[in-house]
């Protein structure tokens, strides 16, 4: 019962923190650096008591009432319009609709304009009612000219401004919504099918068999997984699945390859990708076999536990770049990109080169002391009856703490880093 109940402890923290990166880059898209808050749409729902993030194309805000009921839907016009300028600048508009997604009202949320122009604008009701009672699809494909939508006295570059931001935003929610994929399944998938069901065999069949095809499985690991299909797993593609969603439809052969890397250990100890999937760990193996003895390196122990800690603090690092959205390409961190030699860049070459070269001399050494992903991977591994609550747990602990407190702060903390840059 201890045992299982570590094993869900681990469960838990990585859904607990794969929730926290996607509940916050939905609050990031809806929300961005100047929140909507309840009060601006209580004109519109007197009953309002809170907003809720919508994880869908639409990126708005659910109204809600006191007792969770919907009431109503409220999106912005930006990101989507904030390149459209009027007289002096942008203008963030709200578009506040009903349970039946027909309109009721357009309020100004913020504004680079002049104020003058953006009072004249607020105070004019029959400019922001030409839209009410429109659905969502009959204002994307609103015409405005024919709609006697008309520039507001004194404020017409503002407010036809407002009015094509209006539009273009409606238009761009209606069309990501409309152009989900249905299933995909290409050779690429059925590959990884079959990569899998040999990864099985090496990780659980007989002893003799592994080590005759071992050689061989590893050039194919090289060779077709890594060099031909460049379906890798990697800190940049958890982070992009955690805030993004899983492209469930678009790359099922990859989305199988994830749920295996991280259930199999789970369930059976077994480290499936790492050992028998990853082109990367095949490589150092190959390299291994041709290393000269006289080569390899004993690291002093102080030096192997200090360069232990390398991992789970890039897998930290990670997690604030995926929490916080900042400008920083996780591809590099990582040797995985550079197998997918056309668009590899050289960070990402760098560390790969780095890695196999140090693994002339190091057994395993990117492995043992670079890799995030078998960071994690190795966080939900089973360890068998002498399974116990030991350092990684811990670690894991502190990530789900800093996760929850970025979470809590991630506003200041955006201005702050802007402030900062």
């Known amino acids: ?117 953006v009072k004249s604008i607020a105070t004019d009701r029959r400019f922001l009612k030409k839209w009410n009672s429109l659905t969502w699809d009959a204002a994307a494909d609103l015409d405005l000219e024919a709609a006697g939508i008309e520039g507001v006295a004194g404020a017409t570059m503002t407010s036809l401004t407002i009015a094509r931001g209006v539009k273009l935003r409606l238009q761009a929610a209606r069309a990501e919504l409309i152009e989900r994929p249905a299933l995909q399944f290409g050779w690429r998938d059925a590959g990884m099918v079959v990569v899998l069901v040999g990864a099985a065999l090496m990780a659980f069949g ?30 940049k593609l958890f982070g992009g699945w955690a805030r993004a969603g899983v492209p469930w439809t678009a790359a099922p052969g990859l989305v199988l390859l994830a749920a295996a890397a991280l259930v199999v250990p789970w369930a059976t100890g077994s480290p499936l990708y790492c050992h028998h999937v990853c082109p990367h ?65 050289f960070a990402t070459i760098a560390v790969a080169v780095v890695g196999l070269v140090a693994s002339l001399f190091v057994p395993q050494a990117y492995c043992r002391f670079g890799c995030p992903t078998g960071a994690l991977l190795n966080f939900v591994r089973a360890r068998g009856a002498t399974d116990r609550f030991s350092r990684r747990d811990a670690a894991a602990l502190v990530l789900l703490a800093l996760a929850i407190a970025i979470h809590a702060q991630y506003l200041p903390l955006i201005r702050w880093v802007k402030g900062v840059g």
């Open 281 to 345: 760990g095949a490589a150092q193996e190959l390299l291994g076999r041709i290393r000269p003895r006289r080569w390899q390196l004993t690291l002093p122990a102080g030096a192997v536990r200090g360069l232990e800690y390398l991992p789970p603090a890039l897998l930290g690092f990670s997690l604030v770049m995926a929490l916080l959205a900042l400008p920083f390409d996780l591809a590099g961190l990582e040797p995985f990109a550079a197998y997918v030699v056309r668009s590899a860049g």
């Open 206 to 235: 007989p002893a003799e068999w592994k080590r005759r095809w071992k050689l061989a499985w590893q050039l194919v690991l090289v060779g077709y997984v890594g060099l031909v299909a460049g379906d890798l797993l990697a800190m």
């Open 1 to 117: 019962m201890k045992r299982l109940a570590l094993q869900l402890y681990r469960f838990a923290v990585v859904a607990v923190v794969a929730w926290l990166v996607r509940d916050l880059a939905v609050r990031q898209r809806t929300q961005g650096d100047a929140p909507v808050v309840v009060e601006e749409v209580k004109s519109f729902f007197p009953d309002a008591a809170r907003l809720r993030p919508d994880s869908s194309a639409r990126d708005g805000l659910f109204i809600l009432d006191r007792a969770g009921r919907e009431l109503g839907y409220v999106v912005r016009t930006f990101p989507h319009a904030q390149d459209l300028i009027g007289y002096a600048g942008a203008t963030d508009t709200l578009v506040v609709l009903d349970r039946d997604w027909k309109i009721v009202g357009l309020k100004i949320h913020g504004s680079d304009e002049t104020a003058d122009y």
